[in-house]
């Protein structure tokens, strides 16, 4: 066969990143990324907090880095999940609800049962971030003093930094880095009720909503599609004075879930009462849950989910990116003061403009 006919092997994409980046590292970066994958894998804190802020930049090297990181954590991973029967050896748990449900003292009460019956557990909080100065606004380590020096538990405030709802692109990454640090059990924390909680929805095996025991027109801002993906429905404060309309909120909630479009074909959405203030009902919470994992597991409903989850979060990203790369094209930047101001003028619709710079971006 002669050379003009020869078609090249082609080599996946996963691959050829790997190797690629693997040649192109220096011999610090090397000796950094051996640093810290063996740190992490080794169960240190240090190791995983750096490597989160590695994944968390925005620097486009340091970008590379914490992708060869993660394909070495993933692989480590697999490795682990095989010898297991191909069974996650983590839980991953979203928990939302709208300001002062109390989410910070229920995970601070569920994390110290859960790390005192020899769990490992860490907490991903995705605070809001000043648009003006990209700084956080809430502390949950400050909110969760007992659980933050529990040294089988790790805190790791993550700014929202501007992404929708609160959500970050690199929440997804730290939840596999604290898998691969050895946690057990992966809580990620959202802030109010909103798209963010979509996105977090899309990250893990279980959605638990959290309510407070309020009158149904405090209610009436958690959207109906929030409640249709949640798989646990927790009304919190459920004490004292307050129990009479916790049970009744538990008992609109059982009905009007049984309205909704069932998500699971093993598994029905539940309404529980609990206290972070006297422990009561907590344990029956954790039970929950635990039946939930294990029946998911048990009909390969959960597998299947995290599968489609990673190509979900696949497209979100290349869309995220996509848009950075447009934003950032020089025909685009030149064409889009004007094309906006007229605009603004009323001179040219939105959609025109819209279909405008795209041209410009397709044909440069």
Partial sequence: MSPSLMVPRPRSVVTAVSTDHIQDLSGPEQRLLKKLYEGLIGGQRASLAESITLVETQHPRKKELAQVLLQRVLAYKREQESRNGGRPQAFRVGLSGPPGAGKSSFIEVVGKMLTGRGHKVSVLA???????????????????????RDMSAYIRPSP??????????????????????????VLVETVGVGQSEFAVADMVDMFVLLIPPAGGDELQGIKRGIIERADLVVVTKSDGDLVPPARRIQAEYTSALKLLRRQSRSWNPKVVRASSYTNEGIPEVWAKMESYRDTMLSSGELQARRQAQQRVWMWSLIQENVLSH??????????????????TKGAI????AADLLLKAFASS
């Fill in 160 to 185: 929202a930094s501007g992404t929708l709802g609160g959500v970050t692109r690199t929440t997804n990454e730290a939840i596999v880095l604290c898998e691969g640090a050895g946690y057990d059990i």
């Fill in 349 to 352: 619709s939105p959609g025109l």
């Fill in 126 to 148: 995705v605070d809001p971030s000043s648009c003006t100065t990209g700084g956080s606004l809430l502390g949950d380590k400050t909110r969760m003093t007992e659980l933050s």
């Fill in 326 to 343: 447009f934003q950032l094209h020089p025909a685009v930047r030149e064409a889009l003061p004007r094309l906006e101001q007229r605009v």
